[in-house]
């Protein structure tokens, strides 16, 4: 079906992308090319089943390397679904786990009450809204119980037959290879309702739901991370008509994954932020006070006499809140040693007079002998430079 686009491609994510992406970026299509939220358009069933093609290859770890390696060849011959040939509700149940629990196929019998599918959405935050916690309105689709036909699909007045392809079934069974088996599948006329509608609801067009926006107010708590999700029970669908025409039962829920915009001045690992400082070659020879940028405004602080290039200091307590005990963690310094790349006719000959007057100490220091530590390798190749110290400073 898809043999010729990427199956990276199909779902938008990046090849390193973890299983938990793939999922997430499968459960997320799926539902947005869903029939039921696309009814009448044959393009959105089709890039519903070619997310499902994709799913199947990038969340098995075994086809996934072959795929990676081969591309589409190497997974011609090897055991697989045609999707193509499937009907929509039967790919739902097959990868039941991620939808929420709602299962497809109109047969199949319901432990407890019907339960409809999860939704996802996504909201930008900034790192002032990860500091203190934030509210957000949240506009989101999902599919209801059509007011008119309260769900049967049906002009008020009228209601749905039996299925004559099923009997009222839901499914039904295809003769196997030789007669030795049976396949049960979903009722293709019905798609699992056991009932036809003959004269379709004017508002849902016969689907028994309808699309609608919402808004939601949601409190994203702080030192929440990039990537990480919050769950509100019960703002997803109600179960779908197949299970629950008039929509009763248990609803999902909306899954809102959170996304923390880049910040130019600071860069964040766990509760920690990192920053970098510039400074004057003056004020890292001499030592004095600095202004260091927080997520709260300026702080000031002093830096010692001799300060070098990359060498780094801690803030403590001004980076975010760790999410599962809410302490703040450090704001990180790493010094930017400016040299100027203009001088004024003073400022120039100052520096010559500090040149004249450091060749001495220079010569001295090149007549001792290297301070060798460690095998030969002197403190600062130990160290690894900038982001050994950077390393150093986080423990790693």
Same mark, same amino acid.
């Given at each position: 079906?898809?043999?010729?686009? /990427?199956?990276?491609?199909?779902?938008?994510?990046?090849?390193?992308?973890?299983?938990?992406?793939?999922?997430?970026?499968?459960?997320?299509?799926?539902?947005?090319?869903?029939?039921?939220?696309?009814?009448?358009?044959? /393009?959105?069933?089709?890039?519903?089943?070619?997310?499902?093609?994709?799913?199947?290859?990038?969340?098995?770890?075994?086809?996934?390397?072959?795929?990676?390696?081969?591309?589409?060849?190497?997974?011609?011959?090897?055991?697989?679904?045609?999707?193509?040939?499937?009907?929509?509700?039967?790919?739902?149940?097959?990868?039941?786990?991620?939808?929420?629990?709602?299962?497809?196929?109109?047969?199949?019998?319901?432990?407890?009450?019907?339960?409809?599918?999860?939704?996802?959405?996504?909201?930008?935050?900034?790192?002032?809204?990860?500091?203190?916690?934030? /509210?957000?309105?949240?506009?989101?689709?999902?599919?209801?119980? +059509?007011?008119?036909?309260?769900?049967?699909?049906?002009?008020?007045?009228?209601?749905?037959?039996? +299925?004559?392809?099923?009997?009222?079934?839901?499914?039904?069974?295809?003769?196997?290879?030789?007669?030795?088996?049976?396949?049960?599948?979903?009722?293709?006329? +019905?798609?699992?309702?056991? =009932?036809?509608?003959?004269?379709? +609801? =004017?508002?849902?067009?016969?689907?028994?739901?309808?699309?609608?926006?919402?808004?939601?107010?949601?409190?994203?708590?702080?030192?929440?991370?990039?990537?990480?999700?919050?769950?509100?029970?019960?703002?997803?669908?109600?179960?779908?008509?197949?299970?629950?025409?008039?929509?009763?039962?248990?609803?999902?829920?909306?899954?809102?994954?959170?996304?923390?915009?880049?910040?130019?001045?600071?860069?964040?690992?766990? #509760?920690?932020?990192?920053?970098?400082?510039?400074?004057?070659?003056?004020?890292?020879?001499?030592?004095? =006070?600095?202004?260091?940028?927080?997520?709260?405004?300026?702080?000031?602080?002093?830096?010692?006499?001799?300060?070098?290039?990359?060498?780094?200091?801690?803030?403590?307590?001004?980076?975010?809140? /760790?999410?599962?005990?809410?302490?703040?963690?450090?704001?990180?310094?790493?010094?930017?040693?400016?040299? #100027?790349?203009?001088?004024?006719?003073?400022?120039?000959?100052?520096?010559?007079?500090?040149?004249?007057?450091?060749?001495?100490?220079?010569?001295?220091?090149?007549?001792?002998?290297?301070?060798?530590?460690?095998?030969?390798?002197?403190?600062?190749?130990?160290?690894?430079?900038?982001?050994?110290?950077?390393?150093?400073?986080?423990?790693?």
């Amino acid at each position: 079906m898809s043999t010729a686009i /990427d199956y990276y491609e199909i779902l938008g994510i990046a090849r390193d992308a973890s299983g938990d992406e793939v999922k997430r970026a499968y459960r997320r299509l799926a539902i947005k090319w869903h029939p039921d939220q696309n009814p009448g358009n044959p /393009d959105a069933e089709a890039r519903f089943k070619e997310c499902a093609e994709a799913y199947e290859v990038l969340s098995d770890p075994e086809k996934r390397t072959i795929y990676d390696r081969h591309g589409h060849a190497g997974l011609r011959g090897r055991a697989g679904h045609d999707f193509n040939s499937m009907h929509v509700e039967d790919i739902f149940s097959m990868f039941n786990d991620i939808f929420g629990g709602a299962g497809g196929g109109g047969g199949r019998r319901q432990r407890g009450p019907a339960r409809g599918y999860d939704l996802e959405t996504e909201v930008e935050i900034t790192l002032h809204d990860v500091l203190k916690g934030c /509210d957000r309105e949240i506009p989101f689709k999902r599919l209801e119980v +059509c007011g008119i036909c309260k769900g049967s699909g049906a002009r008020p007045g009228t209601k749905p037959v039996e +299925c004559s392809t099923c009997g009222g079934q839901g499914q039904v069974a295809q003769q196997g290879l030789g007669g030795l088996f049976r396949m049960v599948t979903t009722c293709p006329a +019905c798609q699992g309702r056991r =009932t036809i509608v003959k004269d379709k +609801c =004017t508002e849902c067009k016969g689907n028994g739901r309808s699309s609608v926006q919402r808004k939601l107010s949601v409190k994203v708590p702080a030192g929440i991370s990039d990537g990480q999700v919050v769950r509100v029970a019960g703002e997803g669908e109600p179960p779908p008509p197949q299970l629950s025409p008039d929509g009763t039962g248990v609803r999902g829920d909306l899954h809102i994954v959170v996304r923390v915009a880049e910040d130019e001045r600071f860069e964040r690992q766990g #509760p920690d932020l990192i920053t970098a400082l510039e400074v004057s070659f003056a004020d890292a020879a001499l030592g004095g =006070t600095v202004v260091v940028p927080t997520l709260e405004g300026e702080s000031e602080t002093t830096i010692e006499a001799g300060t070098q290039h990359g060498e780094l200091f801690r803030l403590e307590g001004k980076g975010v809140p /760790d999410l599962r005990n809410g302490r703040r963690g450090d704001l990180v310094v790493a010094v930017q040693v400016v040299v #100027p790349r203009k001088l004024s006719a003073r400022q120039r000959e100052l520096i010559e007079q500090l040149r004249d007057a450091d060749k001495p100490a220079a010569r001295a220091r090149s007549k001792e002998p290297p301070v060798q530590k460690e095998g030969g390798k002197d403190s600062a190749r130990r160290r690894g430079g900038f982001w050994g110290k950077m390393k150093d400073s986080f423990g790693n």
